[in-house]
C-alpha cells in the first residue's frame, strides 16, 4: 500500500450519469493530482492541486470538474462523460519540497463509459 | 482521424537474468528522474529516484544509471525475478530558477518486462 486510496475501485456509468471518484492521502502530503490512463498512451497529467488550490489544469474537458477541499482529499467529479472517456484515473500526492518530489499513486479507478 | 495508439516496448528475460530498460527522456532542463512499476490492476509504484547531479544510483537490486549528454535514463535490475514482470515508466521533472519542482511529471511510454521462470 501507498498510503493514497482511491474508490470506487471499478465504475460504469451512463453518458447521461453523474459520479464522483474519490481520492484520499495518508502521507502528510501537500499536493495531489489526478492523471488519465488509456490503453497504450503515455500517463496524461489533468489537474494539479497544491495546498489545496488548483495551480494546473491541463485542458480538460468542462466534463470532469475536480474538488479539493483539504490537502488530503481530492474528488473528480464526472457529468456527461463520452465512451472515450474510458480509461484509468489515477490520484497521486507528493510533498512539496525543493526540486526532489516524488509522487505517489493510489490503485486507480477503472471507468467505464457507456 | 483516428489515433494511433502506442506500441510499448517489450523485454522479455529468464529468471536469474539482468535486465536493462531504457528511456529517452525530453528535457534537457530536467533535474529529477524517477522510476516507477505498474503491474496489472495497480498504480504506478515508485521504484528508485535520481537527481541530475548524479550519473548512477543504486538499489535493492535496481540501480538506475542517467547520461545527461545524451539525455538516457536506464534501470537494471539484477538476478530479476517473476515478480519483476510489469510495465516499467521513467518520469522526468523540472524546477525554476529558485529550485522548486513544477511538480508536473512527464511520463515515458513505458516498457513491459516478462520474466519467465
Known amino acids: 500500500e501507498t498510503g493514497v486510496t482511491q474508490t470506487p475501485r471499478h465504475l460504469v456509468m451512463g453518458m447521461t450519469n453523474k459520479k464522483s471518484l474519490k481520492c484520499e492521502q495518508h502521507?502528510?502530503?501537500?499536493?495531489m493530482y489526478w492523471y488519465k490512463q488509456s490503453a497504450k498512451k503515455p500517463l496524461e497529467l489533468m489537474f494539479v492541486y497544491n495546498f489545496k488550490e488548483q495551480t494546473e489544469n491541463n485542458s480538460v474537458p468542462s466534463r470532469f470538474s475536480p474538488e479539493c477541499p483539504n490537502s488530503s482529499h481530492l474528488f473528480l467529479h464526472l457529468h456527461t462523460l463520452q465512451p472515450e472517456d474510458s480509461a484509468l484515473y489515477l490520484c497521486a500526492s507528493s510533498l512539496r519540497r525543493g526540486n526532489q518530489e516524488t509522487q505517489y499513486f493510489g490503485p486507480g479507478t477503472r471507468l467505464l463509459v457507456l | 482521424g483516428e489515433s494511433v495508439g502506442l506500441h510499448l516496448p517489450t523485454l522479455s528475460v529468464q529468471e536469474g537474468d539482468n535486465s536493462i530498460i531504457n528511456c529517452a527522456y525530453s528535457?534537457?532542463?530536467?533535474?529529477?528522474f524517477i522510476w516507477y512499476k505498474q503491474e496489472s490492476g495497480k498504480g504506478p509504484q515508485f521504484i528508485i529516484d535520481?537527481?541530475?547531479?548524479?550519473d548512477k544510483r543504486q538499489g535493492q537490486r535496481v540501480t538506475v544509471l542517467l547520461n545527461k549528454t545524451v539525455k538516457h535514463l536506464s534501470l537494471q535490475i539484477a538476478a530479476t525475478q517473476p515478480g519483476d514482470s510489469a510495465v516499467y515508466f521513467c518520469a522526468e521533472n523540472f524546477s525554476n530558477a529558485g529550485g522548486t519542482s513544477y511538480g508536473k511529471l512527464t511520463f515515458g511510454q513505458g516498457t513491459i518486462l516478462t520474466v519467465h521462470p
Open positions: 528535457n534537457s532542463a530536467s533535474d529529477y
Open positions: 535520481i537527481r541530475s547531479n548524479m
Open positions: 502521507l502528510g502530503h501537500n499536493a
